[in-house]
């Protein structure tokens, strides 16, 4: 073996370690509201530059543990890590790392649009030319550019979500986190988000993000997760996943069982 060839196996291989990476790892986790247990032993990994989707239904677990990913809400058993780093133990550490766009974004309403955005970005650490590029280009991709000036409070669901997507885009995470985030967008800023959401993982980024349009996740993500009264019962590559099937069928299949 030359030394050449040994320099490119070596550099193939960190590449494979760098972009096989798990950014988000959930190991075990249970939670409880009471004597429910709304978690129950969950455990899977969302890889660096992956789109990876989280359906179920309504009350399946979904938002309780993207909560519990982000930090917002705790857990009783289990660990979750961002990029390595403990949620429980250096929370900061980890939110860094990532944004977190809810279904009902709920804004700072006597607050101006730019001045929210701007808010969150102080919060980063985002240097003013950074900043100023992101937000001007998010908020003409989403028609909100002549809205910046007026409280959010004026807005309707659809403007509040678009704000609360520029202000998680404009500092640039490696981990965007999304619960539902296509409703209350018109279908130009569906678009948009998906095209926005490709570039991300193009640029090494990671998405995980739950949704009930089971057709887009089917044709937008790498891979799935399905929750049911807070386990998992399937979790893996989407076309493995499906197979011959569309994810839809195979949903509620699973449901039925």
Partial sequence: MTLESLSVGRFLFFVFIVYNRSM???????KYYGAKKALDNVSFEVKKG??????????AGKTTLIKSICGIMDFEEGE??????SIKDEPLACKKEMAYIPD?????????AIS????????????????????????EMFGMEKELGNTIRSFSHGMKQK??????????????IMDEPFVGLDPKAIFDMKEVMKKIVKDGGT?????????????LCDRVAIVKKGQIIKVGDM?????????????LELEAK
Avoid: Q, W
């Fill in 24 to 30: 988000i790892k959930i190991k075990g986790v249970s």
């Fill in 50 to 59: 992956e789109i990876f989707a989280f359906i179920g239904h309504n009350g």
């Fill in 80 to 85: 979750i890590l961002i990029d390595g780093k």
């Fill in 104 to 112: 009902d974004p709920e804004l700072y309403e006597d607050m101006k």
């Fill in 116 to 139: 929210f955005i701007n808010f969150v970005c102080d919060m980063y650490d985002v240097p003013t030319e950074v900043r100023e590029k992101n937000i001007e280009r998010f908020a």
């Fill in 163 to 176: 704000i609360a997507i520029i202000a998680a885009l404009s500092h640039e995470p490696k981990v965007l």
């Fill in 207 to 219: 998405i995980f993000f739950s949704t009930h349009i089971l057709d887009m996740a089917e044709k």
């Fill in 239 to 251: 076309k493995k996943i499906k197979g011959d099937k569309s994810l839809e069928k195979v949903f």
